[in-house]
């Protein structure tokens, strides 16, 4: 991932992120098309927010060349994105278990 990180910003061209980018960017658009049971909405509204971070994280990085300083502060807010990426696995454990999944 530095290595990548280090050609996006250098101008080596498009990296491992920004595949990654485009995938948080679709999965973002498709929970925006689910139809939703009442009881899942809060958790479904964090995925959103979270994969639509992950898109913006991953886009900055990967046009770090063009933007230095969008692409450095994308950086270094990976080590929270992972923390929150934790966090919402747990929290959808909680749910399944909730509802006996």
């Known amino acids: 991932m530095v290595r990548d990180f280090d050609l996006n910003c250098l101008g080596g061209g498009k990296t491992v992120n920004s ?6 960017k679709n999965i973002a658009a498709d929970y925006l098309n689910l139809n939703i049971p009442s009881a899942w909405l809060g958790i479904h509204g964090e995925i959103i927010v979270y994969t639509q971070r992950g898109y913006l994280i991953f886009e900055a990085i990967a046009d770090c060349s063009a ?9 270094k807010a990976l080590p929270e994105f992972a923390t929150e990426t934790k966090i ?4 959808l454990k909680e749910k399944l278990a909730e509802v006996s999944f």
């Open 19 to 24: 595949e990654v980018a485009g995938a948080y």
């Open 67 to 75: 933007d230095p300083i969008k692409g450095y502060l994308a950086g």
């Open 88 to 91: 919402i696995q747990e929290k």
